[in-house]
């Protein structure tokens, strides 16, 4: 008998033990996302720039705070201007995706299948790239409602076209490059060297070049000695590109795309949470694009 309430009084205080974790992480958790809306409310004040590090960036006692950062979402590429055609008799910009894809690993034939298969999801039509996918494709691999055609209205949408699973084995953080919120070209005053030398054709130290000049003497984005370029015409000027090359990259590149991405990590001890906003005209008379809330590892 005294074995036996022993171990009931054990499994009891186990119990308790185990039940108090789960509040106290749950408590953990609120705590963080409060912690991440105060600083997406932070950033998302048109008077508050990137260069606020003492706005966007905030502790508080018992371990709580959080990190808020103030980004252009032009800096990604937008998959649906590269896929779509334009209409002027531009084609959809294949080349551009072809080249990323094989130089992530992938063989140069399944590069030119997703892509295809990325370029039949969100043409209106039936027919098939030479190496894409349409509906019989998909009925074949037993999904009855795809291609959507029409543009993809999240990433998360990517995941679906055939052969992105093999992408995303090769180079699982590809969507740390696109986006479908900004205005189209990559913006040249916000792009990251790697992302600016495959739009422009230009080696890698040419497009750190481009970065630093942004920069200014400081080389820190958003402070007062920035030079920022006018026009992505003015990039290619600097950069001397050839006429036969400017005719094929200038229509990937822009300035100063007015979309904003603001991302918001609160913490409460070691739980996290990050809250993402998508806003266009954050400056001006904002609209709200997307919103996202995740956990943190």
Do not use: C
């Not at 950062?69 to 937008?78: C, L, V, Y």
């Amino acid at each position: 008998m005294m074995s036996i309430l022993g171990l009931a009084i054990f499994t009891a205080v186990q119990l308790l033990h185990y039940e108090d974790q789960i509040v106290s992480a749950h408590m953990r958790g609120t705590t963080a996302g409060q912690m991440a809306e105060m600083g997406i409310s932070v950033a998302a004040n048109p008077v508050v720039e990137r260069k606020d590090y003492a706005l966007l960036e905030q502790q508080f006692p018992g371990g709580v705070g959080f990190r808020a950062t103030i980004k252009s979402e032009g800096a990604r590429f937008n998959i649906n201007a590269i896929l779509r055609d334009r209409g002027d008799g531009a084609p959809p910009d294949k080349t551009l995706l072809r080249k990323i894809f094989f130089e992530w690993g992938l063989e140069e034939e399944v590069a030119q299948e997703i892509v295809d298969a990325l370029v039949d999801w969100i043409d209106p039509d039936d027919f098939e790239e030479l190496n894409g996918a349409e509906r019989l494709d998909y009925e074949a691999l037993g999904y009855l409602n795809r291609p959507y055609n029409r543009p993809f209205y999240s990433l998360g949408e990517m995941r679906l076209v055939r052969g992105m699973e093999q992408l995303e084995r090769v180079y699982p953080n590809w969507r740390d490059w696109f986006t479908v919120w900004s205005g189209g070209g990559l913006d040249v005053n916000e792009a990251e060297p790697e992302l600016l030398a495959r739009a422009a054709e230009v080696s890698i130290v040419d497009a750190e070049a481009v970065r630093d000049r942004v920069l200014g003497p400081d080389m820190e984005r958003g402070t007062e000695d920035d030079m920022p370029f006018n026009s992505s015409a003015e990039v290619l000027d600097l950069l001397n590109v050839p006429d036969l090359q400017r005719m094929v990259v200038e229509s990937r590149l822009t300035a100063n795309d007015p979309t904003t991405r603001l991302e918001s990590t609160g913490w409460s001890g070691d739980v996290k949470r990050r809250i993402t906003l998508i806003v266009r005209n954050r400056t001006g008379r904002p609209s709200i694009l997307e919103r996202k809330e995740e956990q943190v590892p």
